[in-house]
């Protein structure tokens, strides 16, 4: 199993910056990639980046691409969201979530999800 506690949301004006946090533990060597998801009111959650724990090669949706940087710091098995120019389209609860397995696309370990609120 591993367990995921996201940290770091909060209220920001538009344009403004904040980073987010996802720290993994329990069976952490086991992790093949990692994932930033955020689901806004009303909306499904959609995945808006993810990254491999490995080799580190990232992906990007279209709506944060340019805005937002994913990273992971090995030793501390912790992942970031750097969320830059934000927009009060990107206010949603953002939650983390991890695979063991290169087979297929779900997820089954999910952190509780953190708060992000763009204020206009």
């Known amino acids: 199993q591993v367990q995921l506690v996201e940290s770091g949301g909060g209220l920001v004006q538009a344009g403004g910056s904040l980073r987010i946090s996802c720290a993994a533990s329990g069976r952490t060597s086991s992790i093949y990639n990692m994932g930033w998801f955020r689901q806004a009111p009303g909306k499904e959650r959609e995945l808006i980046s993810r990254i491999s724990w490995s080799g580190g090669s990232t992906y990007y949706a279209d709506s944060v691409k340019g805005r937002f940087t994913i990273s992971r710091d090995n030793a501390k098995y912790t992942m970031y969201l750097q969320m830059n120019s934000l927009k009060p389209e990107d206010t949603a609860v953002y939650y983390c979530?991890?695979?063991?397995?290169?087979?297929?696309?779900?997820?089954?370990?999910w952190g509780q999800g953190t708060q992000v609120t763009v204020s206009s």
């Open positions: 979530a991890a695979r063991s397995s290169p087979i297929g696309s779900s997820y089954p370990y």
